[in-house]
């Protein structure tokens, strides 16, 4: 069975600051690997894929299969990135969303 | 475009009736899941359809159920209710599944007393 595990619930930093959310998995397979986010009062929403490769909103996150992580990083963090960040895993790009338990980030002015 | 559209968005029940919730996707979405958030066990997969069949199914007993119709639009349905399934309801759909991401409502909050 797969699992993601997100060790912080709760990330502080200064604006300003570099941002690393971290995330870890467990699967036999090749998983498929998302980072979805929660803005206040806002619908759960897509931030990036693995699969893209791309950057949103600054944020990147590079799968390491060796260390089986999907750590979300972002080199300054702004005011408005202060959001629920979850990170989840599709097993071999089929259907079903295995989510971690999520990392409220909040950055201070 | 219209997002993913649940309904209703609060529910009272009473332990042992039946809810049915209800999801209407993104036009052209064909794949639509469900997913039970709680704040004990985050959130938690359900089952998922594409064009009318399930295609996956979570660790849920047997009295939640669900369908889609020839729309794409989808139900779920839990009967005999009981005070756990307390919960916030989340629809997602996406084009095809997997890959594309998929993109959520802002739920159904049922309280069950």
């Known amino acids: 069975a797969q699992r993601v595990t997100q060790p912080e619930k709760l990330l502080s930093v200064f604006k300003g600051a570099p941002v690393e959310l971290k995330c870890n998995y467990s699967y036999s397979g090749s998983p498929e690997l998302f980072w979805y986010v929660q803005y206040s009062r806002q619908r759960l929403q897509l931030l990036l894929r693995?699969?893209s490769r791309e950057s949103i909103k600054g944020f990147t996150a590079d799968l390491n299969k060796g260390e089986t992580s999907f750590h979300l990083k972002k080199p300054f963090a702004q005011e408005e990135d202060s959001a629920m960040y979850y990170c989840a895993l599709s097993p071999g790009g089929g259907n079903k969303l295995t989510f971690g338990t999520g990392t409220q980030l909040k950055v201070e002015l | 475009k219209a997002g993913v559209t649940q309904t209703p968005r609060y529910l009272i029940k009473t332990r042992g009736q039946q809810v049915t919730l209800s999801c209407s996707p993104i036009s052209g979405h064909r794949s639509v899941s469900w997913y039970q958030q709680t704040p004990g066990q985050g959130l938690q997969f359900l089952f998922e359809y594409f064009s009318e069949t399930q295609r996956n199914k979570g660790n849920f007993p047997g009295r939640f159920s669900g369908r889609q119709f020839s729309n794409s639009r989808s139900e779920m349905n839990v009967s005999t209710l009981e005070l756990g399934d307390s919960a916030l309801y989340l629809c997602?759909?996406?084009?095809?599944?997997?890959?594309?991401?998929?993109?959520f409502g802002s739920g159904t909050r049922l309280t069950v007393v």
């Open positions: 997602a759909s996406s084009p095809a599944g997997g890959l594309d991401g998929y993109t």
């Open positions: 693995h699969i």
